[in-house]
């Protein structure tokens, strides 16, 4: 399902001017997170236009415009407007020319002007729309910030996800959601997990019920989003099942197409599930820094056994 923009949150989230005030933006959205230069719309070329995208004016195709024959201005610009491009956005402040507003109300466009450099504007609209328009999903569990490293930790209901949690937070981390973790794929590398508005920063613990972590340990204790790195399944130990010991070989869990690590790590009495987490998170943070632990005994192990085997003849 794609999630739309309205024309009115984007005019509000970057402070823009409506120049065509006869153009009525309540229910007019965006539906694609890139942006588009019509330069080449300017000069005449339609082929592969990007209609569908926010429209972009700097001073280049601003200037160009000026200097056109007028005939030529009228055509290419009605060939534009009647595109029915969601939306055409001025940058540097610069005026709306007479013939945009005849054929932005002739199609019902709204055009906009920001006071924003052209660079520094589809810097920011890009970033903002990929994150506000990004696939998302749902998933139950708890998410912290540990160490820098965003740890959702999973498992069935019960498991002890939130006391997990409790601990990690009163060591010092940082806590983002419980129950409901909303994750955005921003990227084909990054995935960013908040908590729905109405639960943010509370957390239930069985036996106690609903504490505000906020209130309790203060603001250091929470954030707002966290990157998802790693992922920590809880599970009850089964004896018949083996076990990774060593960590060679990484297993994965897919998270809207993006591969996220994810240890399972079986629940028995008296196995301190915080530290083990805590664990977790900086060998991972070693593995991106290029250290692989048991990459590096395995080496040390085969360096002894060449040794005792001595010098080949």
Not at 4 to 15: A, I, N, Y
Not at 101 to 108: L, N
Not at 149 to 161: C, E, F, Q, R, T
Not at 299 to 306: G, H, L, N
């Amino acid at each position: 399902m794609a999630h739309l923009v309205s024309l009115k949150t984007l005019m509000e989230e970057f402070d823009l001017q409506l120049l065509t005030e006869q153009v009525d933006i309540k229910d007019k959205l965006l539906t694609h997170p890139e942006i588009n230069r019509p330069a080449l719309q300017f000069a005449g070329f339609f082929d592969y236009f990007d209609s569908d995208r926010l429209q972009i004016v700097g001073i280049v195709e601003y200037t160009y415009l000026q200097r056109l024959p007028e005939d030529s201005r009228h055509v290419n610009l009605r060939k534009i407007f009647a595109h029915k491009i969601p939306c055409m956005v001025i940058c540097r402040g610069m005026s709306l020319l007479p013939e945009m507003d005849s054929y932005a109300t002739e199609f019902d466009v709204p055009v906009f002007s920001t006071e924003a450099s052209t660079t520094d504007f589809m810097g920011e609209v890009i970033r903002w729309l990929r994150t506000q328009m990004a696939p998302r999903t749902q998933i139950h569990g708890v998410l912290l910030d540990v160490y820098g490293v965003g740890v959702l930790i999973i498992g069935d209901s019960g498991v002890g996800k939130s006391e997990t949690a409790l601990e990690m937070i009163k060591r010092g981390h940082r806590f983002v959601a419980d129950d409901a973790v909303e994750i955005k794929r921003v990227s084909h590398e990054t995935l960013v997990g908040s908590c729905p508005k109405n639960i943010q920063y509370f957390l239930e613990l069985r036996g106690i019920g609903i504490i505000d972590v906020q209130r309790m340990y203060g603001v250091e204790s929470v954030r707002a989003t966290q990157s998802i790195d790693l992922i920590i399944k809880l599970e009850m130990w089964d004896d018949k099942r083996e076990y990774d010991r060593i960590g060679l070989t990484y297993d994965y869990m897919d998270v809207l197409g993006n591969k996220v690590t994810c240890h399972s790590v079986p629940i028995r009495p008296g196995r301190n599930l915080a530290i083990i987490c805590e664990a977790a998170a900086l060998n991972h943070r070693q593995r991106k820094m290029g250290y692989n632990a048991a990459s590096a005994l395995t080496e040390r192990i085969m360096v002894d056994i060449e040794d005792r085997r001595g010098p080949r003849r």
